[in-house]
């Protein structure tokens, strides 16, 4: 045989040898635990944006290439599963032989020194009966073999030699639950990724656009994906998460929704959500099947699993309230559908109103964060409106009713994001209406806290605020404002008209920009040592300027006057709060929720999945190869009479006390009187 031949075959032993060794498996399995406890710990098969807002760009990019946010389906992760079946299969072949050869011997062959060097050994005078040592073995529930030789009789006994089975059944189990997970793992479409054939759609697009690359066939042997049905909808496909795209799987089915039912607890929170479904033929629309489909209880049709996972909005009519921020104080009526797109004119400008889900139950906690605090009080002077006119936040959890999720964006493509609420919020036995806003996604809504009136409604506030950003009736306000203040008299023109003056520039600074405006105003014009000083003079100017512009939005709008008791100024001083973060809204309109028609809509994931049954039969393997090893006692016994002498043995898997007891039991069942020894006082050396 040449050398290459030699070295060739020494490779090949080499590689046999580590693939079937356990340490080998047993790294393999460790990298799977760990894999697991990943797939665990982090939600997986969620749209790539979440995670992108979660763990920002870096460590995005650093979990993306390595698959982490769908790990059961990785291509590293089903390679392992490949070197796994390929290692236990090779320990199994390794060893199995002699396992079984060690199985069916009766090791009659023992030799009498090799009996007396095992610790468990008694030796004694005189041949016990035949009959008797062969009862007490059955009795005992051992099978055994006689070897009669030269004068010698041996009997060689075993029992519980299914605990060496133990052994085989837990490394088949191992094989058999990863052949089950690459089966569900997808394996081919895997392949199939690799070579090109397949690519999964990047571009958000209708399901029928899609093309026949990111499209897989009823043909497809394991698939899990997602699918969203509105009430009376219908749907033949899912769509499967890969990576920063999908593919459209088509079912052998179409899956129609008749109808959703949902039930909740009194805090709003969701109690039981099920779905009246129908399972049509595609070609014909005949109903093959009816059922209700609950959380964990699935309906199971032609080996497809059809569970219920979620369920929201499926495109609800809705109607707003616009209100135009530039001045306008009269609402324009708005129809609209949720989970739909449409032109908006606003503010001369052309506008893109991108509806999101209609909610209809909101728990929210209510407590105010610091992000919320940048449209109530940012800065000294804003701090000093929240010291005097502070409006508590609520920390308790509470329903807040229906909202509206949207976006507007603008010809530039830039969008703000707005979460609207359609029923007024309570805090401090005032009513608000809350509208949210934040520019990027990541970031948590700032909520601006609309204040309402006595007819539960902002019209006041609207008019109001119109009447604050209309600098023509600040000479007014102003007039009627010093009026009040030097109602009293003693005082000469110079000063009246120095403080009109004053009254008019407050009011200016803040139709301009709100209290940001005017504490870059004090920043800029006074000296640091009495900018505190200025600041609370310039607030309770505003603050008694508020009541006068109240009165004359009143006037201007036709409305009898308001009087000023503690709840109205509690209402004025909120609504200068409103009226200053607006400035901050990021949107020339306010859409106010007025109304809506509910279409429900439920989340459905179908999957099917051919190696569960084969994972169940691996872990049914796994059990009894657990209860094999750790619970069965294999014991052999050797009894061999010869020359009037007689030498009984015992070994066994496991050295310990039972062993111990069992050895003595043996030994008063099979020799008379218990038998007596030679080489130790309790027969055992």
């Known amino acids: 045989m040449t050398e290459k031949r030699l070295r060739h075959l020494s490779f090949g032993r080499a590689l046999f040898d580590l693939l079937s060794s ?66 236990v299969s090779l320990c199994i072949w390794r060893h199995l032989p002699g396992m079984l050869r060690d199985i069916r011997s009766f090791r009659e062959h023992a030799s009498h020194n090799s009996l007396r060097l095992m610790s468990h050994h008694v030796e004694m005078d005189g041949e016990p009966a035949r009959d008797a040592v062969e009862a007490g073995l059955t009795r005992a529930g051992f099978r055994f073999r006689v070897r009669e030789a030269d004068g010698v009789r041996l009997y060689a006994a075993k029992k519980g030699i299914g605990q060496r089975l133990g052994y085989f059944f837990a490394h088949a189990a191992i094989v058999v639950i990863c052949i089950g997970g690459l089966l569900d793992g997808n394996l081919p479409l895997k392949l199939r990724e690799l070579t090109g054939s397949k690519t999964p759609e990047l571009r958000d697009v209708p399901q029928s656009q899609v093309p026949p690359q990111s499209r897989l066939g009823t043909d497809n042997p394991a698939f899990r994906g997602n699918v969203t049905i509105p009430e009376g909808g219908t749907a033949d496909v899912i769509f499967l998460n890969a990576g920063q795209g999908y593919f459209v799987q088509d079912l052998p ?148 009713g229906p909202s509206v999720q949207f976006k507007l964006r603008d010809a530039a493509g830039q969008a703000v994001e707005y979460l609207n609420y359609l029923a007024p919020f309570s805090a401090d036995n005032a009513l608000y209406l809350l509208s949210g806003m934040r520019r990027e996604v990541s970031a948590p809504f700032a909520y601006v806290r609309i204040p309402l009136d006595d007819a539960v409604t902002p019209v006041t506030f609207m008019h109001l605020r119109a009447t604050l950003l209309d600098a023509s009736l600040y000479p007014e306000i102003a007039r009627r404002t010093t009026q009040k203040a030097f109602q009293s008299g003693g005082f000469s023109a110079t000063k009246r008209e120095q403080f009109q003056e004053v009254t008019e520039s407050v009011l200016t600074q803040f139709g301009n920009g709100g209290f940001p405006a005017l504490d870059r105003f004090l920043q800029a014009k006074v000296p640091e040592a009495q900018r505190a000083t200025v600041a609370q003079t310039y607030l309770k100017i505003l603050q008694g300027a508020a009541i006068d512009a109240l009165e004359v939005a009143q006037e201007r709008a036709g409305q009898p006057a308001i009087t000023m008791d503690a709840e109205h100024y509690r209402f004025l001083m909120d609504s200068l709060v409103a009226a200053s973060a607006m400035f901050e809204y990021g949107a020339p309109v306010y859409l106010q929720p007025t109304g809506f028609e509910e279409v429900q809509a439920s989340g459905f994931q179908l999957a099917r999945a051919p190696g569960q049954t084969i994972v169940y039969l691996g872990c049914l393997l796994l059990v009894i190869g657990i209860y094999c090893m750790f619970y069965l006692r294999e014991e052999r016994i050797w009894l061999r009479s010869a020359n009037g002498r007689t030498l009984l043995a015992m070994a066994a898997n496991r050295h310990d006390s039972e062993l111990d007891q069992a050895f003595d039991r043996y030994r008063t069942l099979l020799l008379p009187h218990g038998g007596t020894t030679e080489d130790s006082p309790d027969a055992r050396t």
Do not use: C
Not at 258 to 275: D, L, N, W
Not at 281 to 288: F, K, P
């Open 253 to 400: 089915f179409a899956l129609r929704l008749k109808q959703f039912h949902v039930e909740h607890y009194s805090t709003g929170q969701p109690k039981r959500f099920a779905s009246e479904v129908d399972v049509l033929d595609r070609n014909s629309g005949a109903v093959l099947k009816s059922a209700t489909v609950e959380v964990n209880k699935p309906l199971v049709y032609d080996g497809i699993a059809i569970y219920q996972s979620s369920f929201g909005d499926g495109g609800s009519p809705l109607t707003f309230a616009r209100w135009d921020l530039g001045g306008a104080a009269q609402p324009q009526p708005l129809q609209a559908r949720s989970q739909a797109s449409q032109a908006l004119t606003a503010g001369g400008n052309e506008y893109t109103l991108e509806l999101g889900d209609l909610r209809v139950f909101n728990i929210e906690n209510m407590g105010r964060t610091e992000a919320e605090t940048s449209t109530v009080a940012v800065n000294r002077f804003e701090q000093a409106l929240a010291d005097a006119q502070s409006v508590k936040a609520d920390h308790n959890l509470r329903n807040l």
């Open 22 to 87: 356990m340490r080998f498996a047993i790294g393999l399995l460790s990298v799977l635990a760990i894999a697991s406890v990943i797939g665990t710990v982090l939600k997986q098969n969620e749209p790539y944006v979440n995670y992108r807002i979660e763990f920002g760009d870096f460590w995005f990019s650093f979990f993306e290439p390595l698959g982490l946010f769908d790990v059961y389906h990785a291509a590293w992760f089903l390679l392992i599963l490949v070197f796994l079946v390929l290692s």
